[in-house]
């Protein structure tokens, strides 16, 4: 008895605690968003309180949709992103079968020296990076960011995919073996399809890094045409700081497409943390 | 016929390898290199010219540098006090209440308390800026209504609050990774280990510090160097709440906005790739040894609690 009412106890405390953190974490989100709604003098007279019919107001968004080019910017941010991801999953998979599926020398070196990625920032080699895309006539091109968040992703990616590949079974690749197929078409038809989970989380890890970035873009990137999202709302709301309006709406179509992202995918994201891939 | 199917074999190999290699190669390692070796150049007369130390000897001798260094290693430092006295201890706490048995709402909590996690630094740090500045007033109105306005200040633009105030408004951005983590290393726990402690009357607080805690201190090393590596390579929150010279007066500078100033140069100095090389190589020093001190005397000892 005594035990039951022990556990309630903890129970409520428990609850008592999570919410009260998970309002700490969703507030200024949910500050920005109600007020990004409101009339210049409701946001300042009375910032709790969500929008009435007598303080809503559209006119940030207004401005804001029509100096800023979001639309713009959001592209750029969407063709680098599933871009980067296309060649982390693609490479990524591929080195990792080599890895996973054949004996040759200096395969553990191989697999050493892939994985140095993972605990140093691409960050360090910046200085250089900016040289090389110099050198490549790559700067302000969304390529050159496409091709850093490809070397960035790739370390934790094939490791991710070799644990993984490592569980498809000998069997079925030899079958296909017997039956003719290439390396190729095993890695393609039969391991791919196979493995698809651990590209989801792969991708999922690699999204929200890449599309929240703002060094790159800064560095790599900075011209009008080449701006990601996060970079265009930093210049855009940097521009704006004493009209409110315009500012809490530009952050709220910032937070927007994230938003979305997550709602889509928040369930492989746990999912993929949860299950260990990252251990 | 065997030696002919073993050479097509090696082909394959070093087709499947060969993107990854060379991008990661192109990109990763040889910009590494190439740091390395224009922090040991300078630039005399339009020409490269190799000076050995020299760079490095300026960034520890010249008080112009070795102060900007120190002041930088030292706030960089306390930033990654606070992430692990207050963002890993609360992450802690959040996985140990999730993994409570039978909690409702699980799911929902997890998946709020992680919001802040996957918005940019450019939100995070725009968010806040607003929600603490005094003109807007929604940090002294909440102390208010606790009565406490009288702690309100504008933490942001005084010297001595705004290193903490942008850590620990890091610290709410990143709580869900420790969180996450720890949650998983809780669940992986085999519930006859967590029964057979119950046997011996050990339930609840007490069984979390004799059992659980001892058995993810792996996690817990792990997280510890996520978040070693993370914070000596911040920069984005830095520069957009306080800008690239670190206001106030290079208060919050950390390592990040060092090299981003001394490599862009800024109103009265010009920019110096050699010299924001050499802060770049003292940058990835600092993180190799802790990730060599995790790797060689946290990680090796730490096997055997595994299972």
Request: hydrophobic residues 45%; glycine residues 12%; without cysteine.
């Given at each position: 008895m005594q035990r039951v009412r022990h556990n309630l106890l903890n129970r409520a405390l428990a609850h008592a605690a999570l919410i009260t953190y998970t309002i700490i974490a969703l507030f200024p989100v949910v500050i920005i968003l109600i007020n990004s709604f409101k009339t210049r003098k409701a946001i300042f007279r009375h910032p709790l309180q969500p929008p009435t019919p007598d303080t809503f107001s559209l006119i940030g968004y207004e401005t804001v949709l029509k100096q800023g080019d979001y639309l713009h910017y959001f592209q750029n941010s969407l063709i680098v992103t599933v871009g980067s991801l296309f060649f982390i999953l693609l490479f990524g998979a591929m080195a990792a079968f080599a890895l996973s599926e054949y004996r040759f020398k200096g395969n553990t070196l191989m697999g050493l020296y892939l994985a140095i990625g993972i605990m140093i920032?691409?960050?360090?080699?910046t200085v250089a990076i900016l040289q090389f895309m110099v050198a490549a006539h790559l700067?302000?091109?969304?390529t050159a960011l496409i091709l850093v968040y490809t070397a960035q992703g790739l370390p934790l990616a094939i490791f991710i995919l070799s644990e993984f590949m490592r569980q498809v079974s000998a069997d079925l690749k030899d079958a296909g073996r017997i039956d003719g197929l290439s390396e190729y078409r095993i890695f393609f038809r039969l391991v791919l399809p196979l493995v698809r989970p651990a590209l989801a989380t792969v991708a999922v890890f690699n999204m929200i890094p890449i599309w929240n970035d703002l060094w790159f873009p800064l560095i790599l990137a900075p011209g009008e045409e080449t701006k990601t999202l996060t970079l265009g709302s930093q210049v855009f709301i940097g521009q704006f700081v004493t009209d409110w309006n315009a500012v809490l709406s530009g952050l709220s179509l910032a937070i927007l497409p994230v938003m979305i992202l997550y709602v889509i995918f928040s369930r492989q994201l746990i999912r993929g943390i949860t299950s260990g891939a990252v251990k | 016929m065997r030696a002919e199917t073993r050479s097509k074999r090696r082909w394959h190999i070093a087709i499947f390898l060969a993107p990854a290699v060379l991008v990661y190669t192109a990109l990763m390692i040889l910009p590494l290199f190439g740091t390395l070796k224009l922090s040991l150049y300078q630039q005399v007369d339009q020409q490269q010219v190799f000076v050995g130390l020299d760079n490095f000897r300026t960034l520890f001798g010249d008080p112009n540098w070795s102060e900007s260094f120190w002041r930088a290693l030292k706030n960089n430092t306390w930033f990654f006090i606070i992430h692990m006295l207050v963002q890993n201890p609360i992450g802690i706490a959040i996985a140990a209440m999730l993994s409570v048995p039978a909690l409702r709402f699980k799911g929902f909590y997890r998946t709020a308390i992680f919001i802040p996690t996957i918005l940019s630094f450019v939100i995070v740090g725009f968010a806040w800026k607003l929600i603490l500045s005094p003109l807007w007033g929604i940090a002294p109105d909440l102390l208010k209504m606790v009565g406490l306005k009288h702690l309100f200040h504008p933490w942001l633009g005084k010297e001595e609050y705004a290193l903490t105030t942008i850590a620990l408004i890091s610290v709410w951005q990143f709580v869900g990774i420790p969180m996450m983590l720890i949650y998983a290393a809780l669940l992986s726990i085999p519930d006859e280990i967590l029964e057979a402690g119950e046997m011996d009357g050990i339930t609840g607080m007490k069984a979390f510090w004799k059992i659980k805690l001892p058995l993810i201190l792996p996690s817990i090393g792990i997280i510890s160097i996520l978040t070693f590596v993370g914070n000596f390579n911040a920069f984005d929150l830095v520069y957009t709440m306080e800008g690239a010279m670190a206001a106030p007066n290079y208060s919050t500078e950390v390592m990040g906005t060092f090299l981003f100033r001394t490599f862009f140069g800024h109103q009265t100095q010009p920019g110096d790739p050699n010299m924001g090389a050499t802060i770049a190589m003292m940058m990835f020093f600092i993180i190799l040894t802790g990730v060599v001190i995790y790797l060689f005397l946290i990680q090796t000892r730490m096997r055997r609690y595994q299972f």
């Open positions: 920032p691409i960050r360090l080699g700067v302000n091109t969304l | -």
